[in-house]
């Protein structure tokens, strides 16, 4: 895998949480390039999911900055005076330029455009699997219903949005396989097809960014290759940035472009797939154990 | 020996279970004794001297409990093996067949038994009988099932337990009196007016609450109810307290007025005066406003605000996480849902001409939420049928005057409401937990509509 060098699409710099006096996440600094696949790694607890909240707004960081740009590259000029001008962002016709530290939740996902999954699948169960997407179109949806006013009286462009709307679904359904399954509540898919699910509906909302929280755990291996190549399809369509956090080595070697490691809070490497893993600061935090142990651990995953 | 052995096995097993049921029955039987001792057995009564006296009544104590062991022994014996072996079989068809004759049968019957219902009614008992039937049973039931479909948009769809939704039926009802003694507005205009009226309340009190939920929610909106009524009561200057507000002007059709006078309904259209006029007419009122509630609310189930709401009962950080503004899909489930409250408040002291804080206390509220999960929480045709069910039986108990006959002139059979009401909420529990219509219908689908069993969807924690 070599790194693709595009723009940059996020950049966190010294991003810092705290709970009381634990510091989860301790001045971290790392970019998604446009179109790539960032991982973020680390052993459990090292404060990967922490970063996700911090980026998508469930957390408010404690300190630091997360800059989300789209569209025209040039707008990046403008992030030192939007951080003077206390403004959320700047929207420009060519492109936008959010600084997430200042949204609340829902607004980094309906106005700059990111989309995540969770770690503990979240879908609406006792909806349809069909419904579940459509949900995730719900603000061009409200809009086009004239904020419900139009659409409870059946004026258009209502039923033209809607129609939109199940074809995009279909297309999402399609490329995940799930099609066939798309009339049944969510609730009763298998665990595989709920996690693919879940990364279809997120891809509905048309993200710029998509971060995905161990998007393999408890899939079997098939299932896991499958996912993998999904994954990879989205990337080569160019919309998407992907920042996503996977314990599944395989998974993280195979598709990531980037890798960044982090340990009790800490960057402690930032690079391509091949040079993190030959990181020996990087295998000392995956093992914590002596040089032989290491090597015979590595003969193992076959390195 | 031999014969032992020859004896087929379940004829043991039939011998250990009879034996089983007879102990648990008698087991049974204890308890029922050490609880209706107490309860039962002995009386106090006052004689003519103002004494005290503990009498008994131990042929009555004996009868309960000889015919609650009784009763147990039969249901082991004879109806639980039977009860065992249906719950074996798989209950989908019994489900799918109840759903096809509820969609293809019973609406359409039921939409035309209530559009014509009051022709049967006066073709059935005449003029002036059938004024009680239409008023009470008719009226008072549209009433209510306009207010559990109110409430289903919070409860239900949205998954917002309410315990305080008179409140905003309390505020409906004293805008039109107060609006329409004040300033002589007429009901066609205040309608809607306390709509919007209890809207707004509904969104005073989303304020403060949104933060919390299930239990937390349930509370404060108790407590909102309860401000309301007290602030009804007390507030003399305005509405008159207690003494509540009498007088209020009654509904016109198109200025024409339902009285004796010259200018009267009856008198223009040369008819002979009756008051039956005016309750058919207010009937079609109510029933009109109640398919109103009814439109919406199918309506807004398949727009994006609706399925939204349904969303946010089943997992809220998920909607935020796909960029659904929370606070706002909230507060239009409580000001949407205040609003048919609030239609249907001005219509009851419109339908009254006299209101009191009496008629908004949190009974009503229990009542309301009870059809609603009676019903099914977000099942239309559930909390229509609950209403009918729960606010017609407590009618009929008010008409079954022969019963006088039989227990004795002081035997009041609306006393006994909310012991049925109890032993009806023990009944749906056990046999369905989650309401009468235990499906959900899907809002959308790409091929084929299939009702989603009840069991996957969230109840809804606030």
Not at chain 1, 200 to 206: E, F, G, L
Not at chain 2, 204 to 213: D, H, I, K, M, S
Not at chain 2, 396 to 415: H, S, V, W, Y
Request: with cysteine; aromatic share 10%.
């Amino acid at each position: 895998m070599t790194a693709r060098d595009g723009p940059t699409v996020l950049r966190v710099e010294h991003l810092t949480m705290r709970f009381g006096g634990i510091v989860a996440v301790d001045d971290l600094n790392f970019e998604v390039k446009r179109g790539n696949i960032t991982a973020l790694i680390g052993p459990n607890g090292a404060g990967k999911t922490t970063v996700f909240n911090c980026i998508t707004g469930f957390y408010r960081a404690t300190a630091g900055r997360l800059a989300l740009q789209r569209g025209d590259p040039a707008l990046w000029g403008a992030l030192e005076s939007l951080t003077d001008s206390g403004k959320r962002g700047v929207v420009r016709p060519g492109g936008t330029l959010f600084l997430l530290e200042r949204m609340p939740d829902y607004l980094v996902a309906q106005q700059a455009r990111v989309a995540r999954t969770f770690q503990n699948i979240r879908l609406f169960a006792g909806m349809t699997v069909l419904e579940n997407l459509l949900v995730a179109q719900h603000n061009p949806l409200m809009l086009a219903s004239g904020y419900t006013v139009l659409g409870l009286l059946g004026l258009p462009p209502y039923p033209a949005a809607e129609r939109a709307a199940l074809d995009k679904a279909r297309h999402w359904l399609d490329r995940f396989g799930l099609l066939d399954r798309a009339d049944d509540p969510a609730g009763e898919l298998p665990y595989g097809a709920q996690r693919r699910l879940e990364i279809a509906r997120a891809m509905c909302t048309d993200p710029v960014l998509l971060c995905l929280d161990e998007p393999a755990a408890g899939l079997n291996p098939r299932e896991s290759a499958e996912l993998n190549e999904l994954l990879l399809l989205i990337r080569d369509q160019g919309a998407v940035s992907m920042l996503l956090i996977e314990h599944d080595m395989s998974v993280v070697m195979n598709i990531s472009d980037h890798v960044v490691v982090l340990d009790y809070g800490v960057k402690i490497a930032d690079g391509p797939p091949d040079a993190v893993r030959n990181d020996p600061k990087v295998i000392g935090a995956y093992l914590g154990v002596a040089d032989e142990e290491v090597a015979r651990v590595e003969a193992e995953v076959g390195l | 020996m031999a014969g032992a052995d020859a004896m087929p096995a379940n004829a043991y097993r039939t011998g250990a279970h009879l034996f089983g049921a007879m102990r648990d029955a008698a087991i049974t039987g204890l308890i029922s004794l050490g609880l209706f001792l107490p309860l039962v057995g002995f009386q106090t009564i006052t004689d003519i001297h103002n004494v005290l006296i503990l009498t008994t009544r131990w042929p009555l104590l004996l009868g309960l409990v000889g015919s609650i062991t009784g009763c147990r022994c039969i249901y082991l014996i004879a109806l639980a093996p039977r009860l065992e072996r249906g719950a074996l079989r798989p209950p989908q068809r019994t489900q799918a067949l109840l759903g096809n004759l509820l969609r293809n049968w019973f609406i359409p019957f039921a939409v035309a038994f209530v559009i014509v219902y009051p022709m049967l009614v006066v073709l059935a008992v005449g003029f002036t009988g059938a004024v009680r039937w239409i008023d009470n049973f008719g009226v008072q039931i549209l009433i209510y099932v306009m207010l559990g479909w109110g409430l289903n948009i919070v409860v239900g769809l949205a998954g917002l337990l309410d315990l305080g939704y008179v409140a905003f039926y309390a505020v409906g009802a004293y805008s039109y009196a107060l609006l329409a003694k004040a300033f002589g507005l007429s009901f066609w205009i205040l309608l809607p007016l306390a709509g919007v009226l209890a809207s707004f309340w509904g969104i005073l009190l989303g304020f403060p609450v949104l933060r919390l939920r299930g239990d937390y929610l349930a509370i404060v909106t108790l407590a909102f109810g309860e401000i309301i009524r007290l602030i009804l009561i007390n507030w003399v200057a305005l509405t008159n307290g207690y003494a509540g507000i009498t007088g209020i002007p009654r509904p016109t059709l198109f200025g024409i007025p339902f009285n004796a006078e010259d200018n009267g309904f009856a008198a223009v259209f040369g008819l002979e005066f009756s008051p039956i006029y005016r309750v058919i007419f207010l009937y079609y009122v109510i029933l009109t406003l109640a398919v109103i509630t009814c439109y919406f609310n199918v309506r807004l189930r398949r727009l994006p605000i609706g399925r939204a709401w349904e969303a946010l009962r089943e997992d809220e950080i998920a909607c935020r996480s796909l960029g659904i503004n929370t606070t706002n899909t909230k507060l239009t489930a409580f000001a949407m849902g205040a609003m048919f409250a609030g239609f249907a408040g001005s219509f009851f002291a419109a339908r009254q001409g006299f209101i009191s804080p009496e008629s908004f206390t949190f009974l009503e509220s229990a009542t309301i939420l009870s059809i609603v999960v009676l019903g099914g929480m977000g099942s239309q045709i559930g909390v229509a049928i609950a209403a009918v069910v729960m606010i017609g039986g407590t009618e009929i108990m008010r008409q079954l005057d022969f019963l006088k006959q039989i227990f004795g002139p002081t035997f009041d059979p609306t006393q006994y409401r909310m012991l049925l009401f109890g032993l009806a909420m023990v009944a749906i529990m056990r046999w369905r937990p989650r309401g009468l219509i235990a499906t959900r219908v899907p809002s959308a689908f790409l091929k084929t509509r299939k009702t989603i069993s009840v069991d996957l969807v969230t109840e809804g924690r606030g």
